[in-house]
């Protein structure tokens, strides 16, 4: 029983556009979430993160939007670069922390120059 | 300064042997996480520890599964009786506190043959 889920496991985009990733969760008691970028051979790094009392957060290229009433969260790249190839990875935690994070099967990115 | 370090980086053994992955965490984090990703999984959830305080073990998936983190800083996983099914990547994590960003290693690649 996934309780984060992201759907798509690939995308491909050019370079310049806007990347969406997509992430649905089921668990209403989720409260924080998280998104976590992860290159071949090295773990998960901290991308940005959300709580629930809010509906965006930006950071430079990086947006996350919750959307709480449809349990859904998503991360636009823009503009996209070849750099940001990487699998992406939604995370959310129940305790208002970022203790136990509950994952997604990530989404592998890959931005064509 | 220094990130999260594991060790060994890969581990091949045979079922039914006993295995120990390292984990090193950031200097003066209190706080650390065992997860691990199996093969088109997203991270799963093991167990965590928080200062001197009992650890939240919920998420080790049997009792051949057990940690301990000795003197508030390096932590061990140990696995018994490996089974062909705990082959996966084990990643730790470490962060300031327990509701701030996690920190994560590069991970242990386990193979059981």
């Known amino acids: 029983d996934q309780q984060v889920k992201q759907n798509s496991p690939s995308l491909s985009v050019q370079e310049g556009r806007i990347s969406i990733l997509n992430c649905d969760y089921t668990?209403?008691?989720?409260?924080?979430f998280l998104w976590y970028k992860k290159y071949p051979a090295e773990g998960p790094t901290f991308l940005i993160s959300?709580?629930?009392?809010?509906d965006k957060n930006e950071d430079g290229r990086f947006t996350v939007f919750l959307n709480k009433s449809a349990k859904h969260l998503s991360l636009h790249i823009v503009p996209s670069q070849p750099g940001d190839s990487a699998v992406y990875f939604c995370?959310?935690?129940?305790?208002?922390?970022?203790?136990?994070?509950?994952f997604g099967k990530g989404t592998k990115l890959t931005v064509n120059p | 300064g220094a990130g999260v370090s594991q060790s060994p980086s890969n581990k091949v053994t045979e079922k039914g042997k006993d295995v120990e992955l390292r984990c090193d965490p950031i200097?003066?984090?209190?706080?650390l996480y065992w997860y691990r990703q199996s093969l088109g999984q997203g991270l799963e959830f093991l167990i965590y520890?928080?200062?001197?305080?009992?650890?939240?073990k919920s998420g080790l998936p049997s009792d051949r599964f057990s940690a301990e983190r000795t003197g508030g800083s390096v932590s061990t996983l140990t696995i018994q009786r490996t089974q062909q099914e705990d082959s996966a990547v084990y990643l730790c994590?470490?962060?300031?506190?327990?509701?701030?960003?996690?920190?994560f290693g590069p991970g242990t690649r386990l193979l059981v043959l």
């Open positions: 994590a470490s962060s300031w506190d327990r509701s701030e960003t996690q920190y």
């Open positions: 668990n209403s008691m989720f409260d924080y």
């Open positions: 959300i709580s629930s009392i809010k």
């Open positions: 995370a959310a935690s129940p305790q208002g922390g970022s203790e136990k994070l509950v």
């Open positions: 200097s003066g984090h209190t706080a």
């Open positions: 520890f928080q200062g001197n305080s009992a650890p939240d």
